[in-house]
């Protein structure tokens, strides 16, 4: 599967060497390169050992394939329940194979953990299913929606408001300004009309 050298060159699948080469290796999907933060389509070059198994290894990962006649102890001769189930409520389902109208809160029992805790009392545990839909998630949802669009009502209704008394400023200022232009052509003509006094 994999592993590590004694100075924590991890193994890379299909370099057929058993010391360590420099590749450019690039983000997207790339074993042995952990380029979190770097741009898209960067590449970089990093050092990594070869697949081949020799004795300068700290740690090999392996893969049990095919079960031989004998047990290995403290491997395959005991039976680990999973410690832990999905969370998610659609997941769930699909583990246990159920419908919408299934409930999903009876299964998780299924994966519930007893254990003692500190003061020596037996307690059991199961995790708490997220996006699970419940009728107080349904008038939450609703309750949200109603209130969305009774702020987009109220929006609306203000921005009419103030529309309106956009046009009635507008027209007010149209007013006062053919007011004072009709005072200045009548002070203009009556200034023309009046006859010029020569000394």
Not at 98 to 120: I, P, Q, S
């Amino acid at each position: 599967m994999g592993g590590c050298d004694k100075q924590g060159f991890p193994m890379k699948q299909g370099v057929l060497t058993p010391g360590r080469v420099r590749l450019l290796l690039h983000r997207a999907g790339t074993p042995c390169f952990r380029g979190h933060g770097r741009r898209t389509g960067e590449r970089r070059r990093k050092s990594v050992r070869g697949c081949i198994v020799s004795q300068d290894l700290s740690v090999l990962n392996l893969v049990i394939v095919k079960k031989g006649e004998k047990d290995l102890p403290g491997l395959t001769d005991t039976e680990k329940p999973r410690m832990r189930g999905p969370k998610r409520a659609s997941k769930i389902r699909k583990l246990f194979n159920l419908t919408k109208e299934d409930d999903v809160r009876k299964y998780v029992n299924t994966y519930r953990r007893k254990f003692t805790n500190k003061k020596g009392k037996e307690v059991s545990k199961a995790p708490k299913i997220q996006r699970l839909v419940t009728p107080l998630t349904l008038q939450r949802k609703r309750a949200r929606i109603a209130d969305k669009k009774k702020r987009i009502a109220k929006a609306n209704a203000e921005a009419a408001d103030y529309q309106k008394l956009l046009a009635s400023r507008l027209k007010e200022q149209r007013e006062k300004r053919s007011e004072s232009l009709a005072k200045k052509r009548s002070r203009l003509s009556s200034a023309a009309a009046k006859p010029s006094v020569t000394a």
